[in-house]
């Protein structure tokens, strides 16, 4: 394989999130008194870590959201997740490749670490990350689409950035991962081939992956 480290980013990626996550989080800001559609969420929220909804809701409307939005945003979805989320097609393969060759890899996700923990225990998934391969926006100042999550992400993992790929099914992460000098790999399963043009190459199945990388 021609990286030192594969970064996944989470949702969308490794665990079949997007649309869960994405339709309550329509459904709570519309309730909260701000209509917003399936199609809203995803093309402004999708690959964000949660202050981008509180900003852009504050920028749009000159309202703050509730302080306890996030906490039952979360609680939401973590219910959702137990009765039906499930790993994206092709991901437990693609670890077990990687594995198997010796190919260090970690996930960096835009949600927090009680989220991606929480997904990856309820899919099974938690088999192939422990804490030493899990790093959230949580741990950086700013998310994506700013670089220092994937940055801080190879950094802790001691390698190099132009040595890194990076998986990625959103805009900002492909942006992102371009602005950390990285290759990166467009996901197109949810996200229609546009959105991700930066993207080192785009592909619409993750058993496509390990030969992308070889």
């Known amino acids: 394989m021609r990286y030192d480290l ?18 309550l989080l329509a ?3 519309t309730e909260m008194g701000h ?8 093309r402004d929220y999708m690959g964000a870590a949660m202050h981008r909804v509180h900003d852009l809701v504050e920028e749009r409307t000159g309202q703050r959201l509730p302080a306890d939005f996030d906490d039952v945003f979360h ?22 490749k990687l594995a ?45 689409p700013a670089p220092d999550l994937f940055l801080y992400a190879a ?10 790929a990076v998986v990625e099914d959103s805009p900002l992460g492909v942006r992102a991962a371009v602005a950390a000098g990285m290759d990166v ?12 043009s930066e993207a080192t190459e785009l592909f619409s199945d993750m058993r496509e992956l390990p030969d992308l990388l070889s």
């Open 100 to 144: 198997a060759d010796g190919v260090p890899y970690c996930v960096a996700s835009s949600g927090s670490h009680e989220r991606i923990r929480v997904g990856h225990r309820t899919t099974g998934l938690d088999k192939w990350f422990d804490d030493g391969r899990i790093f959230s926006s949580q741990d950086v100042g700013r998310g994506k």
């Open 155 to 164: 950094q802790r993992m001691g390698v190099a950035p132009e040595r890194c």
């Open 35 to 42: 209509p917003t559609s399936y199609e809203d969420s995803l």
């Open 185 to 196: 790999y467009g996901f197109t399963a949810m996200t229609p081939a546009g959105r991700l």
């Open 27 to 29: 459904a709570y800001l």
């Open 75 to 96: 609680q939401r979805v973590f219910a959702a997740f137990e009765r039906e989320l499930a790993p994206v097609p092709g991901a437990v393969g693609v670890l077990e």
């Open 6 to 23: 594969v970064i996944f980013d989470n949702d969308g990626v490794l665990v079949d999130s997007e649309p869960i996550s994405n339709k």
